[in-house]
């Protein structure tokens, strides 16, 4: 969440060159002449806190590289910081007849690089060019922004802040994803990132005087999540990196010290042309930031919408900043210089402390709410996103949604009546004992051996269906026991058979059954996946259109399929999706 434009009030860190010179004399400024037109030269100075803010961030950038895991390739990045500076450059050579080093361009393409993420780009992989319009589109946007986008001759919204946002609000999980909130666990390395990121942000806030914002921004983002979550401790936030979801004490702590709030704390929300002049107004914007970053998360459940809730703060105080300003403005101008505390009780600290109540009584409400709403699951970051519906408020938990649908998906008992003479029976092949990982224990406490064996049945009946609907190039039939994407691998098959005109029937044996838990594809960020794998032999018997063998193979069969929930709210589950080329979840 890197700052995207710290452009400087008027003198402060501007080489000197660069400045309106005085009557009577100063500097000599740099030109040169082009095509018989005088342009001016301005150089980058190493008193530009711009050229600070991107040394930190080009330091993490190679810690990324190396150590940190970033999903992110050195082409993406370049890619980013030359769609920044040719951007500014252009603008300045053409509009304001400018040479310039453009700090705040390369700067807005970095820190745009620096946080966003297209599902499908894996570490290592450093001249992958994956979802490269994304970037540069992502940066173009910012940058016109900070151009279009002004008031009384400054920009608004801090450019790559407000890209992100639209980006990740607009394009979604499946093609965008913000930069994780935790990257590697606790070691040598993440200590190493956190001092570049402590003493680098603490010396260019200081630098800024803007330190009072930052802090300002990390007590009140400390203090208002805590009440936040006090209330409802069982509100939690779903990531791919944590088996389990996080709740309560667990939740506030990740957040108040995630490395990520920490770039957004540092570098993003105090950038000095989008914020406000007086020390007041800007500590009081940072609380504003704070407050407004805490009410966003109240509704969310998974990681992604998290940090977009977080940017999304940022946004909405500076569309208010400058009535923040009108506001403070009675307080900051009190008669004889006092402090506004000692100069009489105005009805903006009583009008402020009534909103902030309001605001915190309802982030509450919005996290119980939001725990029985379906959630978006983007483990198949390439478009396939199942939903389920996350339940963790007062009710269960994922681990009692999955119990709870699994449940459901049991055979009825014995004595639980008649059922119809027309129903189709499927008569099963022998189904081994089903082991359980310990991981899936872990993310799922609830998993008996009696729900995975319910799990187990399911799976192979919905096996069964599919080798009875390819055999009779039945279409329709499918649907009954797969969806999605799970569905089309069925159909593309009996599509592929009737092309060629044969009939194949494939039947099976099984000798183990397991639970397995997978990351999501691509590593993205959303819930990790319980999987049944399958193992034993498949046998294919392929005849002409009259019924005649042609052949008939056996082969080896170890696949992982996830199941959900059927369509129309039956109480059975079908196959939604192959894990099987999945990595398995630590």
């Known amino acids: 969440m890197a700052s995207t434009d710290v452009s400087l009030p008027q003198g402060i860190g501007v080489p000197a060159e660069s400045r309106p010179r005085p009557a009577g004399g100063g500097p000599k400024r740099r030109t040169a002449r082009i095509f018989g037109r005088e342009y001016r030269v301005v150089l980058p100075s190493i008193r530009d806190p711009r050229l600070h803010v991107a040394a930190v961030l080009l330091t993490l950038q190679v810690l990324g590289q190396t150590v940190l895991g970033f999903r992110l390739s050195v082409a993406q990045i370049l890619a980013c910081l030359a769609t920044g500076a ?35 780009t894996l570490h290592g992989q450093w001249w992958s060019k994956h979802g490269i319009y994304i970037f540069i589109g992502v940066v173009a946007f910012g940058m016109a922004t900070k151009y279009l986008v002004r008031w009384r001759g400054r920009h608004i919204f801090n450019p790559s802040n407000i890209a992100l946002v639209l980006a990740f609000i607009v394009l979604g999980p499946t093609r965008t994803e913000p930069l994780d909130l935790w990257w590697i666990p606790m070691g040598t390395w993440m200590y190493v990132t956190y001092a570049i990121l402590i003493v680098g942000g603490l010396l260019i806030a200081w630098e800024l005087k803007l330190l009072g914002l930052v802090i300002g921004f990390m007590a009140a983002f400390a203090l208002f999540t805590a009440l936040a979550l006090a209330p409802v401790p069982d509100h939690c936030m779903v990531a791919s990196w944590h088996v389990t979801p996080m709740c309560g004490r667990d939740l506030w702590q990740v957040l108040v010290t995630s490395p990520e709030i920490l770039i957004f704390a540092f570098f993003m929300v105090p950038d000095p042309r989008t914020v406000p002049e007086s020390p007041l107004a800007r500590v009081v914007f940072g609380v504003l930031v704070a407050a407004l970053a805490v009410l966003l998360l109240g ?23 400058f009535a923040l300003v009108r506001f403070l403005a009675p307080i900051e101008d009190v008669e004889g210089g006092l402090p506004w505390m000692f100069s009489g009780f105005r009805w903006q600290v009583p009008a402020a402390l009534a909103v902030t109540v309001l605001l915190m009584g309802a982030i509450p409400l919005s996290a119980q709410l939001s725990t029985h709403n379906p959630e978006p699951a983007a483990g198949l970051a390439d478009g396939s996103t199942p939903t389920i519906a996350l339940t963790v408020g007062s009710g269960p938990g994922i681990a009692g949604w999955v119990s709870g649908a699994a449940s459901a998906a049991l055979p009825p008992p014995s004595n639980s009546g008649s059922v119809s003479g027309s129903a189709r029976v499927w008569i099963l092949p022998p189904i081994p004992s089903v082991s359980i990982a310990s991981n899936v224990l872990s993310f799922d406490p609830s998993m008996t051996p009696q729900v995975a064996a319910g799990w187990a049945r399911y799976m192979v009946r919905d096996l069964i269906i599919e080798s009875e609907a390819r055999r009779s190039h039945d279409l329709k039939l499918a649907e009954s026991g797969a969806s999605g994407d799970g569905l089309k691998e069925f159909t593309d098959v009996i599509n592929e058979d009737i092309a060629a005109g044969k009939i194949i029937q494939k039947t099976y044996s099984f000798d183990q059954v397991s639970l397995r838990l997978y990351l999501p594809k691509f590593s993205s960020q959303a819930a990790r996946l319980v999987g049944v794998s399958l193992h034993g032999t498949a046998t294919l018997t392929v005849r002409d259109a009259s019924g005649n063998v042609l052949s008939q193979t056996s082969s080896p069969y170890a696949k992982s399929w996830g199941l959900g929930g059927a369509k129309g709210g039956d109480a059975t589950m079908v196959i939604i999706n192959d894990y099987t080329d999945l990595s398995p979840a630590p």
Request: aromatic share 12%.
């Open 86 to 120: 040719l951007i500014e450059f252009g603008v300045s050579f053409f509009k304001d007849k400018t040479i310039l080093w453009p700090a705040s361009g390369l700067l807005t393409g970095n820190s745009t690089a620096f946080i966003l993420r297209v599902p499908g």
């Open 299 to 321: 509704p969310t459940a998974l990681e992604f919408w998290t940090k977009t809730a977080i940017l999304a703060s940022l946004v909405i105080a500076c569309a208010l900043r």
